[in-house]
């Protein structure tokens, strides 16, 4: 089994920045993606990024350039860095965790941007 915790959210004002963080435990497989997912309210839940095992990157279009995803294999943390937020950017941050056909998935991190 394989657990997640994503920390880091909180209120932010437009043109701040946050780093989300997501630590994971248990069961992992070497080879895995990791990725972030965000969900607003009233909205459905939305592709943010994602990161592989060796490093491999790739961004949801409409955030490139202001979102950076990491991670730290030796301590299984994933992290995003988020720039030059918007009040669009408001929404419960989630990761997750695929390896070996599973899904695993955090109980999400609330991010406000608001003046």
């Known amino acids: 089994q394989v657990q997640l915790v994503e920390s880091g959210g909180g209120l932010v004002q437009p043109g701040g920045s946050l780093r989300l963080s997501c630590a994971a435990s248990?069961?992992?497989?070497?080879?895995?993606?990791m990725s972030w997912y965000r969900q607003a309210p009233g909205k459905q839940r939305e592709y943010v990024a994602f990161?592989?095992?060796?490093?491999?990157?790739n961004y949801a279009d409409s955030l490139k350039g202001r979102f950076t995803i990491s991670r730290d294999n030796a301590k299984n943390t994933m992290y995003l860095q988020m720039n030059s937020l918007k009040a669009e950017d408001t929404a419960i941050y989630y990761c997750?965790?695929?390896?070996?056909?599973?899904?695993?998935w955090g109980q999400g991190t609330q991010v406000t941007v608001s003046s």
């Open positions: 997750k965790l695929a390896a070996s056909g599973k899904e695993y």
């Open positions: 248990g069961s992992i497989f070497m080879l895995n993606v």
């Open positions: 990161i592989t095992s060796r490093g491999t990157t």
